[in-house]
């Protein structure tokens, strides 16, 4: 299976998105499939000129701009409730489920 790309946004690129980026990483690793995904961050004003290098764009922050790909809303991960509804949707928008 060739490997999915994840990109995670934030603001800043800095705070969320990697805490966000880490707890997918984890996720996938205990799920099997951790050599399936690579996950990477960015923040909101580079998502688009990013977008199309990646299966999935999961943010914390509001974007408006459409994108060549999906984008799923991840706060559920930052704040740790409503965490698996959000999880499905990834995987099953990797085709990892």
């Known amino acids: 299976m060739i490997k999915k ?3 995670v946004a934030c603001g800043t690129g ?3 998105s990697v805490a966000v ?3 997918l990483e984890n996720i996938f690793k205990d799920r099997g499939y ?3 995904v690579e996950v990477s961050t960015c923040t909101v004003a580079e998502m688009e000129s990013k977008a199309s290098k990646y299966d999935l764009i ?3 922050a509001h974007n408006s701009k459409p994108m060549p ?3 799923i809303m991840g706060v559920a991960f ?3 409730r409503g965490t ?3 999880l499905q949707d990834i995987l099953e928008s990797l085709g990892l489920k």
Request: hydrophobic share 50%; aromatic share 0%.
């Open 58 to 60: 999961v943010t914390t």
């Open 34 to 36: 951790g050599d399936l």
């Open 84 to 86: 698996e509804p959000v």
């Open 5 to 7: 790309r994840v990109l």
């Open 21 to 23: 980026a880490k707890k």
């Open 14 to 16: 800095v705070a969320t």
């Open 78 to 80: 930052l704040i740790g």
């Open 69 to 71: 790909v999906k984008v």
